[in-house]
């Protein structure tokens, strides 16, 4: 908004200026603008000078959209929410063209974004926003499949257009529009209410994991814990955030008055926030009445009540001890009209509600069938937990139970953590909303009371731990378990093993005992290797609908710069986050046990060749276990090379296309066969460098190819790449750079002479193959090989069939040195072809280098067997049709 001067009030506390019905919760006052404002209802400009602003969450208006305007108030947002659910921050960043959903103004310093949903707030504003985040699974109690739009306003592109009027409804200037987090349907703020309430999740609905078959205990597990967010993404977050946004970030809104007619004032909302030393600053005349600073002081905190019913308190270390409030508004008679100020004025206050002989409090139905969202009860002091539920079950048509089936919980709808207690039944409960208010009034306006069925639902919390030692039966890993974590076997069973992996999935049936051992397997080390743990959901499966293959969705972070982090998000944000992994983060296997149930999904594996041969490899290992053995695999090329993402046509490298556009290639491609093949690595001499003269040979190794496997200088060139890229690391962050490395160490060969043909032996199918003078020797089992270079050639040859990804053969190539392979690289020649075959053995005279699928080493002197690797391996290839253009 602009920077409004004040001018006097010409309407009252929750009335618009103009006469008419105010919308929900908002305290307008006409303002004189300093500078051209937008109308956050219309997005116009409001021309002259006069414009209405809310003075609570600094909403800007025409006097002519006033009436109209349907977005509430931040001050009365908590109240609205259907279902509490915390948000997931992120670290603080910077976001362009992006508006905090709190104060509604321009985020021009570091602030928060959900990693599930869309919101972005001030890192000041954090404590106020709603818990409004999008419901990702059951919790144990709902049980629903009916899923209503999920609203979220503004922050979309200034092209966007409603689905209704189809008038652009976004904006680079103010908070305005409405995107549903779900279907990503587009509207107005007037417009979204006459679109009907259930949402069927749009133009990905058959990819969506449904929130209703998901169910994960998250209690005492933190957002990141659920939706495996790198903790490491968080910079010291929720205590120091909460110092310094309220403090550092108050400021940023009211300037320190050098103005000697006024006065700047810390203000406390409760012993909670002087504890933590969180304050917020109002500015105020100096002559300002007690009132006004506790108006003044309610708008800060988000409050529209009447301000009749609080009062300040000054700030000194008896205060949380006392309940003495001075400067009240009915303590004398001259009070209101004197100054709140006297000759030494304390500069910090706090402010306090005043005690009531009687309430009226809103008791939420939670999960009990009934068609009211909540109902209204008066209570006073003798008014006990008991009897208010003896009074609400009337209400809500249940009076012939019994007060023992039922107990009320308390609900904090923190915009970080929503927590719950159940409250003791003889409690006063006037008592209890004292103590609230006395701890923060703001957290008493994000207080809910729920009544609720008493019913034995049974804890459930699976945790996945990797990197313990392979091949170990079930009793063993309980034993290093218990050894190790000290872990309950009353409460914690081993309910999945996976031996090869070294990894098991815990059932743990006490949410204290899940999070202890979380935390500490983070700092356990078993044989030198450190364990790591996965919070995973339980996916029920007889609840996923018949045309739904949800879509399991692996990111590796550390391929194409940060454009895989950017990736998680979009993913987490277009999906359910519970589909998407991150593979640095116990790597694949979480991800397939999440949905070795599940009937039938698709794989999306967004990373180099490397990373697609590391998720093929670990399906391959766990496919026996999978309900859906044979899911299809889509790419999403990250890496330098990205051989197969070219084939199966999905690109020579991600460079930003939206993500969404991704999402329905995905949906809309075809599954093809791809071969798979198996290496086995027998050194018959020992490696170089054996140290005391003992030597002992190689154990004999197994590793699995996709694309290609290279001996010679091929390998050569990728182990130098690798060696450079180890050394600095931070450097290698982009395609180019990559492709410029590998070009100079190409150069620094050129003049090397070396003999391969004369070091290796091949047969082919049991026959020997005579080599010609070669450097390089190299495997192709797709088209293209070294970035997109057609090493085989499409000239037509009789000796040989035209190669497929999926006719059981792999190609033999030969390359006569650098320069050749550049000549190949660049599309002048092909490579020399040697032989065409589905066994291969390979017998090396000396150490040589090898690489396999752009992974090299140094094998020693001794056997390589190569042959096919079980199945054929389903892969998703993009579709050549044109895709339509469905909207972002």
Known sequence: GGSPASSPVLGGRGRAAAGGS???????RRVTLTKPTFCHYCTDFIWGLAGYQCEVCNFMSHEKCLKNVKIPCSCIAPSLVRVPVAHCFGPPGLYKRKFCAVCRKSLESPAFRCEVCELHVHTDCVLFACSDCRQCHQDGHLDHDTYHHHWREGNLSSSARCEFCKKTCGSSEVLSGMRCEWCGILAHAACCVIVPPECTFGRLRNMILPPSCVQLFSRNFSKLHCFRISENLQTESDE????????????????????????????????????????????????????????????????????????????????????????????AEDSNLGSVFRESVPEAWIIRAKPKDEEVIRIYPAWLKVGMAYVSLRVNKDSTVQSVIKEVLPLLGRQTECLQNFKLVEVLMGSKQVQRMVLDNQEPILNRLKDIRKTSIRQMNQTR???????KSIVQVNLFVGGLPPQLSPEEYTN??????????????????????????????????????????????????????????????SKIPQNCCPL?????????????????????????????????????????????????????????????????????????KLVCSEPSVAILPLGTGNDLGRVLR??????????????????????????????????????????????????????????????????????????????????????FHNKGVYVKVGLQKISHTRNLHKDIKLQVDQHEVELPSIEGLIFINIPSWGSGADLWGSESDNRFEKPRIDDGLLEVVGVTGVVHMGQVQGGFRSGIRIAQGSYFRVTLLKPIPVQVDGEPWIQAPGQIIISAAGPKVHMLKKSKQKQKKTGS
């Open 552 to 624: 399991l969705v692996f990111v590796n972070p550390k391929s194409g710069g940060l454009k895989g982090r950017d990736l998680l998000y979009s993913f987490r944000k277009l999906l359910n986050p519970h589909q998407v992994f991150e593979l640095t983060n116990g790597g694949p296997l979480p991800g397939f046990h999440t949905f070795s149930k599940v009937p039938s999904f698709r794989v999306l594996v967004c990373g180099g060749d490397g990373t697609v041969g590391w998720v093929l490899g670990a399906l391959e290992e766990i496919r026996h």
């Open 480 to 541: 290093i378990l218990k050894e190790e974590l000290a872990i309950k076997t009353n409460v914690v069973s081993v309910s999945h093993v996976y031996q090869a992996q070294g990894a098991v999935v815990l059932q743990i049936s006490c949410f204290s005992e899940a999070e202890r051992i979380y935390m500490l397997v983070k700092d356990t080390v078993v044989n030198d290797k450190p364990l790591n743990a996965v919070v995973i959901p339980a996916v029920m499966a």
């Open 22 to 28: 105010s919308p929900p919760g908002h305290a307008f």
């Open 650 to 735: 999905w690109g020579a490298g991600y460079s930003g296309e939206d993500p969404y556009s991704i999402l329905v290639s995905v949906d809309e491609a075809d599954d093809v066969l791809m071969d798979r093949w198996t290496i086995l690595l027998d050194a018959e001499e020992p490696a170089e460098g054996a140290e005391n003269g003992i030597v002992e040979p190689e154990p004999p190794k197994i590793v699995q190819m996709n694309n290609y496997c290279g001996l010679g200088i091929d390998a050569e060139l990728s182990l130098d790449f690798h060696h450079a890229r180890e050394e600095e690391p931070g450097k290698f962050n982009s395609r």
């Open 240 to 331: 120091d955030d909460d110092v310094d946004g309220s403090t550092q970030g108050s400021t940023k809104d009211i300037q320190i008055s050098t103005d000697s007619s006024k006065q700047t004032l810390k203000i406390f909302d409760g012993n909670d926030a002087v504890k933590r030393n969180q304050f917020r600053l109002i500015s105020v005349p100096r002559i300002a009445k007690n009132e006004e600073v506790v108006e003044a002081a309610l708008r800060a905190y988000y409050i529209n009540d009447d301000q009749q019913e609080y009062e300040l308190q000054t700030f000194t270390q008896q205060v949380l001890l006392s309940d003495d409030v001075i400067n009240r508004n009915d303590a």
């Open 449 to 455: 009371f729920y009544i609720v069925e008493n019913s």
